[in-house]
């Protein structure tokens, strides 16, 4: 069974700086894909950023991006200039290529962005 | 731009009643899911419908929940009799078949059960 672990509960970052949330998973597929949501305190999930399986390159969405390394199965989120609204609720996801099935979850990291 | 849309975003009710959520998925989506997400801890999967029917379910999703798609628009959560454990969030989510495999949630539903 695939599980997604985020190693850090919570953390914080002066505002315009940098974090890495860090999330790795567990599968013994080799092709799947890989999601960062936000969860802000209105609870609405939000896609931050998708990675495919089977790409190289990492992802990237403006001030997100993401460092892939799929032989250590790991998939952390980087947000550059953070900024007051990206403190929120961060969750790593898997699902799986081929499959209309499930996402999984991680447990979270709680990202605060302090002024 | 097209989007999930749940009703009612708080429900109060008191333990051993039934409710229905209500969820309008992405008009062209084919798949369709609810999550549920109590305070505090993470989202959990609780059933997949596809064509008409389940397509999956986990242990959560025992015989007091059911879903429907009973016009074609709404896609449905029951619990028919309430326990306090089942307060949580409950989202809805749909995808299309274009192999993206991306669920678009929607805003959830807050269920307070006393």
């Known amino acids: 069974a695939q599980t997604v672990t985020q190693s850090q509960p919570e953390m914080s970052v002066q505002e315009a700086e940098t974090v890495t949330l860090s999330c790795t998973y567990d599968?013994?597929?080799?092709?799947?894909?890989l999601f960062w949501y936000k969860q802000p305190p209105s609870r609405q999930m939000i896609l931050v950023i998708r990675?495919?399986?089977?790409?190289?390159q990492n992802a990237t969405e403006n001030r997100f991006s993401v460092n892939f390394q799929k032989a250590a199965k790991s998939f952390s989120l980087k947000i550059s200039d953070s900024q007051l609204g990206d403190t929120a609720m961060y969750f790593c996801?898997?699902?799986?290529?081929?499959?209309?099935?499930?996402?999984?979850f991680g447990p979270g990291t709680s990202l605060s962005v302090i002024p | 731009e097209p989007e999930v849309t749940q009703t009612p975003s708080h429900q109060v009710t008191q333990m051993g009643q039934e409710v229905i959520l209500r969820c309008v998925p992405i008009?062209?989506?084919?798949?369709f899911y609810w999550y549920r997400q109590i305070l505090g801890q993470k989202v959990e999967f609780l059933v997949s419908?596809?064509?008409?029917?389940?397509?999956?379910k986990s242990e959560i999703f025992d015989d007091q929940f059911s879903v429907e798609r009973p016009d074609g628009s709404n896609f449905t959560l029951k619990i028919r009799s309430t326990k306090l454990e089942d307060s949580a969030m409950y989202f809805c989510?749909?995808?299309?078949?274009?192999?993206?495999?991306?669920?678009?949630f929607g805003p959830g539903t807050r269920l307070t059960v006393t």
């Open positions: 989510a749909s995808s299309d078949q274009d192999g993206s495999y991306e669920q678009y």
């Open positions: 599968t013994s597929e080799n092709n799947y894909y």
């Open positions: 990675q495919e399986a089977y790409k190289q």
């Open positions: 996801a898997f699902i799986s290529s081929g499959s209309y099935d499930k996402v999984i």
């Open positions: 008009s062209n989506h084919l798949y």
């Open positions: 419908f596809y064509n008409n029917e389940i397509s999956e």
